[in-house]
């Protein structure tokens, strides 16, 4: 992944966790679409899937890694903006992203209409949102529109565009912006503003913090709102701001 990855990495310590096992393969150089591919597996394992029920795919923020452009362009990931900002987009394998959402719209009248998006418009189209003349070009009239808006699977962007999204979510933004809060105010109250990693690390984790430190440490730290700063005693923890 880089230095910025390498660094992320020797900050947390982390180690490599998978969702399933890769087939042995040789080295690839440092961007290739199997590191990218790794790194994001790493950070994906983090994501707590008990605390939505097992209900939404691993989601990760895109400043917690970069370099995404080849799997995207490979249908193996999608984007997906979360409202946390313009440039805090969420990354998802697509594999578990389709399997949520069907699951979440079993049973539903509107379950058959978005396999047929998933199928044919999210499928062939790595866009982050669509127009309504690209919907009705992909033959999605406006009542499919409406329907889809209600199943979760679209947000309203503006009058004639909608961005991609999963049913649910919503629950994992509220989890994620109190975690990133309550993170960054165990480090505020510190003396100097600062905390040792190990230290972070063998408190208990602070109310709001139900994400998981490790995964909340990767998003302060890829949307620089932490800087980890080498000492004799370890990474040490600072807030980015004056």
Not at 149 to 175: E, I, K, N, Y
């Amino acid at each position: 992944m880089g230095r910025r990855r390498r660094l992320l990495c020797d900050t947390l310590g982390a180690k490599r966790r998978r969702l399933e096992p890769p087939p042995p393969e040789e080295p690839r150089p440092d961007g290739s679409p199997a590191s990218v591919e790794a790194a994001l597996r790493d950070v994906a394992a983090l994501f707590p899937r008990g605390l939505f029920g097992d209900a939404l795919p691993p989601l990760v923020l895109r400043h917690q890694l970069y370099s995404l452009n080849h799997l995207r362009d490979e249908g193996r990931i999608r984007l997906l903006h979360l409202g946390l900002g313009a440039d805090a987009l969420g990354v998802v394998f697509m594999e578990p992203y389709k399997e949520k959402v069907l699951a979440a719209v079993a049973g539903t009248p509107q379950a058959g209409l978005v396999r047929r998006f998933l199928d044919s418009a999210v499928a062939a189209c790595p866009e982050l949102s669509y127009e309504q003349s690209r919907m009705r070009a992909l033959g999605f009239e406006d009542g499919d529109v409406t329907q889809l808006v209600a199943a979760g699977v679209l947000t309203v962007r503006d009058a004639g565009s909608w961005w991609l999204a999963v049913p649910g979510v919503g629950r994992f933004v509220r989890a994620f912006v109190r975690g990133r809060q309550a993170l960054l105010g165990a480090v505020r109250r510190s003396r100097h503003r600062e905390v040792l990693l190990r230290e972070l690390r063998q408190r208990r984790a602070p109310p709001g913090a139900r994400l998981g430190v490790g995964y909340l440490l990767h998003d302060l730290l890829g949307a620089q709102l932490l800087r980890s700063v080498p000492t004799a005693s370890g990474p040490m923890l600072r807030l980015a701001e004056p």
